[in-house]
């Protein structure tokens, strides 16, 4: 019996570590410490005010976009699933680098039900040298 709660105990560690150092895992922590007070731990934003990026078409449409809009911030009107966003920018995000970035991405891509594809860093690396 011993023995078998060392395993698990074992499992669970590794599975844990695992889930932190894996791409998700560490966007999600990126997530937590520079998206959620904003758009908040579930991906809902703040009605009226700041988008919603779960289940967001905004963020369907503009997939090639999304490296730009987080390196450099966000200043314009937009509409995201019906609603008019026009009160707030968007801060850049300068300290993020391009890794740091293609795996913010792949966690918000994937995060609260939603289901965008996997990008690589190569294809966040030729977004970012289309910003404007
Ligand atoms: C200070 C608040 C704030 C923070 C922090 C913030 N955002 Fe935003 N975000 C906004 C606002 C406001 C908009 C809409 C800007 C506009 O209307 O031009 C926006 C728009 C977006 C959009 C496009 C619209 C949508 O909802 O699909 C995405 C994607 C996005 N943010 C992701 C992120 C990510 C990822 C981070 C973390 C690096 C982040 N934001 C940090 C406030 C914030």
């Given at each position: 019996?011993?023995?078998?709660?060392?395993?698990f105990?074992?499992?669970?560690?590794?599975?844990?570590?695992?889930?932190?150092?894996?791409?998700?895992?560490?966007?999600?922590?990126?997530?937590?410490?520079?998206?959620?007070?904003?758009?908040?731990?579930?991906?809902?934003?703040?009605?009226?005010?700041?988008?919603?990026?779960?289940?967001?078409?905004?963020l369907?449409?503009?997939?090639?976009?999304?490296?730009c809009?987080?390196?450099?911030?966000?200043?314009?009107?937009?509409?995201?699933?019906?609603?008019?966003?026009?009160?707030?920018?968007?801060?850049?995000?300068?300290?993020?680098?391009?890794?740091?970035?293609?795996?913010?991405?792949?966690?918000?891509?994937?995060?609260?039900?939603?289901?965008?594809e996997?990008?690589?860093?190569?294809?966040?690396?030729?977004?970012?040298?289309?910003?404007?």
């Amino acid at each position: 019996m011993k023995s078998k709660a060392l395993i698990f105990g074992l499992l669970a560690i590794i599975f844990l570590g695992a889930c932190d150092n894996n791409p998700y895992g560490k966007g999600m922590k990126i997530y937590n410490k520079h998206c959620a007070v904003c758009h908040a731990d579930d991906g809902n934003g703040l009605q009226g005010l700041i988008p919603p990026i779960r289940q967001s078409d905004y963020l369907h449409i503009h997939q090639n976009d999304l490296a730009c809009i987080i390196r450099h911030g966000l200043d314009s009107v937009i509409t995201v699933n019906g609603v008019v966003y026009d009160l707030q920018k968007m801060p850049a995000n300068d300290i993020l680098d391009d890794i740091a970035i293609t795996n913010l991405i792949n966690f918000i891509n994937n995060a609260w039900g939603n289901k965008e594809e996997f990008v690589t860093v190569e294809k966040i690396k030729a977004d970012l040298s289309r910003c404007q």
